[in-house]
Structures are given as structure tokens and as C-alpha cells.
T-cell receptor, first 115, second 116 residues
Framework: AQKITQTQPGMFVQEKEAVTLDCTYDTSDPSYGLFWYKQPSSGEMIFLIYQGSYDQQNATEGRYSLNFQKARKSANLVISASQLGDSAMYFCAMREGGGADGLTFGKGTHLIIQP | EPEVTQTPSHQVTQMGQEVILRCVPISNHLYFYWYRQILGQKVEFLVSFYNNEISEKSEIFDDQFSVERPDGSNFTLKIRSTKLEDSAMYFC??????????????FGNGTRLTVT
């Protein structure tokens, strides 16, 4: 079973609109962290935002916020007032428990912002 | 802001050759990782490294691969006898606290490996 599911392979959004990128996850570990990364066409991986499983409030970071619904196991990324520079691949990822292993990534969503 | 640096940015090699991909993690980070991303696919975990030894490795990380921290700053991935299917973007990453679930990984810009 997929640990991270991103159901939107691609999205087109008008500039200045808000956009929600979906992510659901699967884990039985009570301690986990959820991350979103942006990958522009140049290839680098840019950390955007983090949500911990015990965090009471949804994470926010500038124009990025995370709509964390623990019971539904979803951690959707919301980008407010989208800009042309937001066009990129977006990956949701999870780290489980206290081990030293890394992140499990979803397949990503290709977001294209249209003028 | 400190960053993870990777060299080279692009490596072309012939099938069967050995390659070494180099990374300089962020200086106060303790956990180091290699990931790979085959073109158009998701990012896959290869290996994590802490305290001069491998902590975890994936099924992809077989005997063809090895990692080393030869000095206090570099972290290398060696791929022996490269195959066509090893062509991918290889990302190095580091984090300050691997044992804490809220420690984000900081990625380098990647090395694009092309095996011909």
C-alpha cells in the first residue's frame, strides 16, 4: 500500500487564485511528521512546510499553509494568492517515528500557474 | 543560509564504470541521506547515515552502492559497475536531528547521472 498518496498528477490554476494540493498518508505510528517540498524545473528540492502529528494547530509559512486533518489522515497544502513562480512539482512526504530513516515521498503534483 | 552542496551537477559515464557523487552537508547536521529520482518519477530513499555508519537503507541500495564520510565535511555515494537504469538525479540531504520526527531534510541541488 502507498504510504503517501497524491491524487492530482497535474493542476492548472489561474494566477492569484488559491490552490489546494491533496495529500493523504498511511501510518500506524503515532509519531510522524509531514513535509511538503517544491521542485522547480531546475530540479532542486525546496522545503516548504512541516506538520507534526502532535501539533495542535495547522502549520503556516508565508503563503503556504497545511490543512491537517488527522482523523482523515490528510495533509493538504494550500497556497494562497498563487504566483507564476509557484509553477513546479510539489511533493508530500512523511517521516515516521523516531528512527534515523528518511522520508517517504508521494508521486507529486505538477502545478502550473496560468497568467 | 547554509546549504547542502553537491558536485558535480551532471555526470556522464559509460556502463560498467564506477562513479563517485560528492556532497557537503550543512556543517552542524548529524544525519545524512542519499535519494534518487528517476526522470519523471518520485523521489526514492536510498540510505541514511549517522555516526559514521549506515542507519537505514532501502532495497535499492544493494552491493553496487556504498557511502562514505571520508573526512569531517564530505559525504560520498559510490556506484560500482553502473547500469543504464542507474541514470537518475541523485540528491544528497542532511538534517540536524534524525531521531526527532520534526527535523526537515535539507536537500542539495542534485547530481544528474547519465549512464550511456
Amino acid at each position: 500500500a502507498q504510504k503517501i498518496t497524491q491524487t492530482q498528477p497535474g493542476m492548472f490554476v489561474q494566477e492569484k487564485e488559491a490552490v489546494t494540493l491533496d495529500c493523504t498518508y498511511d501510518t500506524s505510528d503515532p509519531s510522524y511528521g509531514l513535509f511538503w517540498y517544491k521542485q522547480p524545473s531546475s530540479g532542486e528540492m525546496i522545503f516548504l512546510i512541516y506538520q507534526g502529528s502532535y501539533d495542535q494547530q495547522n502549520a503556516t509559512e508565508g503563503r503556504y499553509s497545511l490543512n491537517f486533518q488527522k482523523a482523515r489522515k490528510s495533509a493538504n497544502l494550500v497556497i494562497s494568492a498563487s504566483q507564476l513562480g509557484d509553477s513546479a512539482m510539489y511533493f508530500c512526504a512523511m517521516r515516521e517515528g523516531g528512527g534515523a530513516d528518511g522520508l517517504t515521498f508521494g508521486k507529486g503534483t505538477h502545478l502550473i500557474i496560468q497568467p | 543560509e547554509p546549504e547542502v552542496t553537491q558536485t558535480p551537477s551532471h555526470q556522464v559515464t559509460q556502463m560498467g564504470q564506477e562513479v563517485i557523487l560528492r556532497c557537503v552537508p550543512i556543517s552542524n547536521h548529524l544525519y545524512f541521506y542519499w535519494y534518487r529520482q528517476i526522470l519523471g518519477q518520485k523521489v526514492e530513499f536510498l540510505v541514511s547515515f549517522y555516526n559514521n555508519e549506515i542507519s537505514e537503507k532501502s532495497e535499492i541500495f544493494d552491493d553496487q552502492f556504498s557511502v562514505e564520510r571520508p573526512d569531517g565535511s564530505n559525504f560520498t555515494l559510490k556506484i560500482r559497475s553502473t547500469k543504464l537504469e542507474d541514470s537518475a538525479m541523485y540528491f544528497c540531504a542532511s538534517s540536524h536531528r534524525g531521531l526527532s520526527y520534526n527535523s526537515p531534510l535539507h536537500f542539495g541541488n542534485g547530481t544528474r547521472l547519465t549512464v550511456t
